[in-house]
């Protein structure tokens, strides 16, 4: 109660464009109540264009009876017939909503690795392991690699970094901002997929399915992983040189020592070292486990993750220029699952060592407890899944597609630099609502098939989004950890207020949304692929590209 009244005294008398921002963020409703009015939104539209007769000529699909591209119109959502699905589907459009299967599976196993003290042991072996002339990127490159860990890279990893750098002699405040920089501002960046992963393209594919471009594209988890692999190697050096060549000379020498307690109250999850190493080992056994089982699927004979007739037509002859990236499809699919897998076995291993997973029932309790924290996702999850199908039933989203792109395409810009735009916006709307999940919610219906039309593909478009993301959480006071981050600074630093905070987080913004956009306009200007069976480039289905 005293560190959220400590936080909210520090917003007091915030001026100029932090004050604004803090001020217009808060006036917005919660997430779940900006979707219910959205669509009530969605609904007026849909009546007035429906009733000026709003169109647009499907860009693959020809009208049977007449040979000529299929005219699609604008369509009320108070017809009978959207009245009627509506209602009738509506457990169907809340179950058959994509992000939601893949991030509870993925979120069951990430509960007991979570709650078993997994996560926080192996980022606070990692940084205490750190010589102290690597200090700073090893907390870096750790709060990056946490963002697998959610809560646990700001619970402990935030204020041990704190802790690690005033007991080297540097200033406290320089290890929060770099950890709180890699966890938050690099919240994107890793270097393999995740839950995030999970989550973003599970929306993406309700985009594609919704615009009916591409009814067989499927979302590939790995969709993005060299260009989140690149970002966490083009942001480790950044955040390094920020923390130690902008941040720490303006913070000044540490003369304070250590504060009493401080280890104690921040790293929650301390015990006995030994006991944490056995329970590290563990883990990594059941980690090695995991991966070994998934290369046997690969590699032994009849495995179940190749599709060995990708590349072969009905006649059994081979398909030209069909790429391997066919065959492993299946692979690529099961990655959920195999996360679902390693953290659950590496998180149940590790419980099991350190005591705090005694039986079975202990497991099935972490993993009940992993799920109640996903109560306000699914009521989220229940409102964005009806704001995105409802965009479909309109017609709305291929529609404002279509002429979007129509715009973007007589504007002659190159494609890169519409993707480093749509990045800037990405930071931009970030100050103003934080959950990623409902950005890309509101944005993926138009944008996804808006970028397909223009010709690239839905992987780009979320690699895209997720630069802008994650460059500017860490300077808006709505970010949900924000306040908490305050009252680690405010243990070392009395009079940090919210507004010292933002200014401190600035620069690290300023270069991450910098160069995170140049990472992504020179990766589509070379063209390389954004992951394993993800092109850059986009074509539609038919169009002969």
Known sequence: MAGAAAAENGGQGMTGILGWIERSGNKLPDPVFLFFYLIVALVVVSIICAALGVSAFHPTTLDEATGAPLQIEAVSLLSADNIQRLWVEMPKTFTHFHPLGYVLVVMLGAGVAERSGFFAAGMAKAVKAAP????TPVVALV??????AA?????????LAGILFAAAGRHPLAGIAAAFAGVSGGFSANISPGQLDALLFGITEEAVAASALDPSWTANIAGNWYFISAMTFLFLPIIWYVTDKVIEPRLGPWTGGAIAGAGDDADPTVQDPALASKGLRHAGLAVLFVVLLWVAMVFAPGTPLIN?????????????????????RPLYQSLVAAFFLLFLLAGWAYGRAVGAIKNHRDLVNMMAESMKDMGYYLVLAFAA?????MFGW????????????DA?????LPLPIVLGLMVIFAGLLNLFVGSASAKWALLAPILVPMLMLLGISPEGATAAYRVGDSATNIITPLMVYFPLILVFAQRWVKDFGLGSLTAMMVPYSIWLLVSGTLLIVLWFYLGIPLGPDAPVAYALPGSGG
């Open 151 to 159: 809560d646990a890279g700001y619970v402990v990893l935030i204020p």
């Open 408 to 412: 973007i395409q007589s504007t002659g």
């Open 394 to 405: 309109s017609n709305l989203g291929l529609i404002s597609a279509v002429h979007g792109a």
């Open 308 to 328: 060995e007739g990708a590349c072969l037509n009905e006649a059994g002859a081979a398909i030209p220029d069909c790429s391997i990236h066919s065959e492993l």
């Open 143 to 148: 709060a990056m690699l946490g963002n697998h």
């Open 132 to 135: 102290t002339a690597l200090l």
């Open 385 to 389: 899944a009806h704001f995105v199908a």
